[in-house]
């Protein structure tokens, strides 16, 4: 079983769309969750990271934490082109390991 | 300016031939990690640390070495026993109290 699961996608939406970007992870003590957003050729950058259950904003994103359901996700309202990009869930384990899922595709029409 | 630097941005390697890529922070994070990204994949973790002196084994550690002598540094060789070892590198470093993870610009190594 894989660690940290995500849709590879491509998950395509129209612009001005709200895209829905899921993860489930297998480890139920994790206690940090984050979101990158990583363009074509360049490295991840950190967008979102969530701690506890619920909701967090940030703009036009937002996190949302099931601990009890081993799944966090990502909403990104009012979806631009410029959000076409690779999605990546990472999970921060016991003793500071930090796993990435394989990344979810957006792409994001005009 | 903080932040991670890693070198070179490119890197040619014969077959055979051992290479050392450097990962250097100013964020005076405790922990740092080497992730190995294929075209088309996501990050694959190499090794991790948590504090000076002291590495693990991540999920694709064969043919790969790590030091940590210092704070700032983490250099990441690639051994000739790494048969495939084309690909894009990673460098990260995080705080131990949030554990954010920020990374640096990566090294896409080829084998010529």
């Known amino acids: 079983q894989k660690e940290v699961e995500q849709n590879s996608g491509p998950l395509s939406v129209p612009e001005g769309a709200i895209a829905s970007l899921n993860c489930t992870y297998s480890?139920?003590?994790?206690?940090?969750f984050f979101w990158y957003r990583q363009y074509s050729g360049k490295s991840p950058e950190l967008i979102m990271s969530?701690?506890?259950?619920g909701d967090k904003e940030d703009g036009r994103f937002t996190a949302q934490l099931n601990k009890a359901s081993q799944y966090v996700s990502l909403l990104i309202r009012d979806s631009q082109p410029s959000d076409s990009a690779t999605y990546l869930c990472?999970?921060?384990?016991?003793?500071?390991?930090?796993?990435f899922g394989a990344g979810t595709i957006l792409r994001v029409k005009s | 300016d903080g932040g991670i630097t890693q070198s070179p941005k490119y890197l040619f390697r014969k077959e055979g031939q051992n290479v050392t890529l450097s990962c250097e922070q100013n964020?005076?994070?405790?922990?740092m990690y080497w992730y190995r990204q294929d075209p088309g994949q996501g990050l694959r973790l190499i090794y991790y640390?948590?504090?000076?002196?002291?590495?693990q084994k991540g999920d694709i550690a064969e043919g790969y070495s790590v030091s940590r002598e210092k704070k700032e540094s983490f250099p990441l060789t690639v051994t000739s026993a790494q048969k495939n070892p084309t690909a894009f590198y990673l460098c990260?470093?995080?705080?131990?109290?949030?554990?954010?993870?920020?990374f640096g610009q990566g090294t896409r190594l080829t084998v010529v």
């Open positions: 969530i701690y506890s259950n």
């Open positions: 640390s948590q504090i000076v002196n002291d590495f």
């Open positions: 964020l005076n994070h405790d922990a």
């Open positions: 990472a999970v921060n384990w016991y003793g500071n390991k930090l796993v």
């Open positions: 480890d139920r003590g994790s206690q940090s």
């Open positions: 990260a470093s995080s705080d131990r109290r949030s554990t954010e993870a920020f």
